[in-house]
């Protein structure tokens, strides 16, 4: 029996939810409990008196109280805490308080403080949430997932929890993920959370300290490769389709190559996209446009070097050499304006460490045949960006400090307006901090950055530094594709997302302006970017909708907003 039902009586419909549950039952559920807010009718209807204070409250008093008692908190991981137990008590007032609080709350409960969250999960663990899916229960996935309360899901976010932002493998741990994502398919794109499921698959961690820390709630043992790895995934996404044939899969956080690998084998099997790879792609892909238009120079006149070839890395590539076929170039010369390097340097053809996907983004060795280096190795970034103009630098390479003084300045010989987004987070990973990026180019260069960072004075001028943040894109891509009821998700499909982040960016009427809009403007940008999703989706064949349906009516009808609603009982309490 389910918990609740709700009745829908018009597009701008009174909402009542139906629920059997009562006393203690009700308050522990968070999906239900208004706690202070039920109403006078309520506690009586619903055996309540006694485990409530008297006082009637509101949502909004409910709200300034969590703001207050967050304020106190004076760590990330004290706040990113104090937002896990809402979160656990109380659904509404949780996605209610971010989303009237999107730029303060947002770094607590997504990036940087979830980095943190997951280095120290096993503490702050209190209550079920999501699925554990753990190597030794590979046979009985399918019982796992039978449970009924799991009926209305059509979204899942998965990880393996071992390349966590930039902090590696954080083994179960890495669940802090795919719940943080989750929830902000909600509190920003508004994707009921009933219809959300965080999934860990746990197969081990070759992390020693988890593996020696008496309060880890992993699998104590060293992770599952090989064979056996990719029987156990492809385990787990058979009976996932099995249960849900329509289903959005969401990887996430999945080490190199098996990002890579696992959504190549997969995408064409069901409707599933990697958010580091293709939603980072999106959002870079989206901003740079943005950083273009203020340069005056069009993306087919720039030089980009992608320092750092993993799965983000060679996702971002990949779209900006489509990005520039679409400008007309042939897909020889897009990937010439492409400089891609791993650890040993430029990536160049004949490197033996180079992995299948970073092939593709290799230099030939006649192309450098006549630049100015030391010949040591592979050419650097330094002497990459001396000798090919480099006008783009993007990091992905979770290499804190890698963007020297050397290596800016040498970017500000080489453009104008030189594009710096050093993007690995969280912010200790970073490549380089924006007030010296700024400082070392006179204030000339467009910076963007993976985490949170304060504005930066310089000439006299306060400069807003946009966060190329995920959480731009794969909101509004997910509510897109759930409202299209898409079959699969397409290149075409996050070109659009892109295309619609950088058509909202402010630095198109004003080259002065921030190059992405505020994130208070998140839910707005979600419901924009679903737009363009469900449009794509519908001109590719790929929509189960009406093609002549009103799009805007359709995202109103679809979109969880998080208030309170009249409660009616049904059943009889047990």
Not at 254 to 264: C, I, P, S, T, Y
Not at 369 to 392: C, F, H, M, Y
Not at 482 to 502: E, F, H, P, W, Y
Not at 510 to 521: N, V, Y
Request: proline share 5%.
């Amino acid at each position: 029996m389910t918990h609740q039902s709700v009745s829908h009586k018009s597009s701008k419909r009174k909402i009542i939810v139906h629920t059997h549950l009562a006393g203690l039952d009700l308050l522990l559920n968070a999906r239900l409990n208004k706690g202070t807010a039920f109403t006078e009718e309520e506690r009586t209807v619903f055996g309540l008196h006694g485990f409530l204070p008297p006082v009637i409250g509101t949502l909004e008093e409910q709200r300034t109280r969590r703001m207050k008692a967050l304020d106190r908190e004076t760590t990330a991981f004290g706040k990113y805490a104090v937002m896990r137990g809402l979160q656990d008590n109380d659904e509404v007032l949780f996605y209610s308080l971010i989303a009237h609080n999107i730029e303060e709350l947002l770094p607590v409960v997504y990036t940087p403080a979830v980095g943190e969250g997951c280095q120290r999960y096993s503490e702050i663990l209190r209550k079920p949430r999501g699925l554990f899916i753990s190597y030794k229960n590979r046979h009985i996935i399918d019982s796992i997932l039978a449970d009924s309360r799991f009926d209305k899901v059509r979204a899942i976010v998965v990880s393996d929890g071992e390349r966590i932002l930039g902090l590696g493998d954080q083994g179960a741990g890495g669940m802090g993920i795919p719940i943080g994502k989750l929830a902000l398919y909600t509190a920003l794109g508004g994707v009921p959370p009933e219809q959300c499921l965080p999934i860990l698959l746990d197969v081990g961690t070759d992390n020693e300290a988890l593996l020696h820390d008496p309060i880890y709630i992993g699998c104590q043992h060293k992770r599952i490769r090989g064979q056996e790895y990719d029987d156990f995934i492809d385990a787990f996404v058979t009976a996932v389709k099995r249960r849900w044939p329509n289903i959005l899969l969401q990887w996430e956080d999945f080490a190199g190559e098996n990002a890579l690998r696992l959504l190549d084998r997969y995408r064409d099997q069901l409707c599933t996209f990697n958010d580091d790879v293709q939603g980072t792609a999106a959002v870079t892909t989206g901003t740079l446009l943005a950083a273009v238009n203020a340069t005056g120079k069009p993306l087919s006149e720039q030089r980009i070097a992608m320092f750092g070839s993993g799965s983000a890395g060679v996702g971002i590539a990949t779209m900006l050499i489509a990005a520039l076929r679409e400008q007309g170039l042939t897909d020889a010369e897009a990937r010439s304006h492409i400089y891609a390097f791993n650890r040993n340097g430029l990536i160049v053809e004949g490197d033996p460490s180079l992995r299948g996907s970073q092939i593709p983004l290799a230099h030939s060795q006649a192309e450098i045949a006549g630049w100015d280096w030391s010949k040591n190795g592979q050419p650097s970034l330094l002497e990459t960006i001396r000798n090919a103009g480099i006008t783009v630098l993007v990091g992905t390479s979770a290499q804190p400090g890698a963007f020297t003084e050397d290596v800016v300045r040498a970017m500000a010989a080489s453009s104008e307006r030189p594009i710096i987004f050093p993007l690995s987070n969280p912010t200790s990973k970073c490549e380089a901090a924006p007030a010296d990026v700024l400082r070392w180019t006179a204030g000339r260069a467009l910076v963007g950055t993976g985490s949170p960072s304060a504005p930066v004075e310089i000439n006299g001028r306060l400069v807003q530094i946009s966060q190329i943040n995920n959480s731009y894109i794969f909101p509004g891509l997910a509510l897109g594709i759930l409202i299209s009821n898409a079959k699969r998700v397409t290149d075409g499909m996050l070109m659009a997302a892109a295309k619609q982040l950088a058509a909202l960016s402010p630095a198109l009427t004003d080259p002065t302006k921030s190059l992405l809009p505020k994130m208070a403007r998140s839910r707005e940008i979600s419901r924009a970017v679903a737009h363009a999703v469900v449009n794509q989706a519908v001109n590719e064949g790929l929509a189960t909708i009406d093609p002549g349906a009103d799009i805007d009516e359709l995202i109103g009808d679809y979109v969880w907003e998080p208030i309170y609603h009249p409660y009616e009982r049904v059943g009889t309490f047990f």
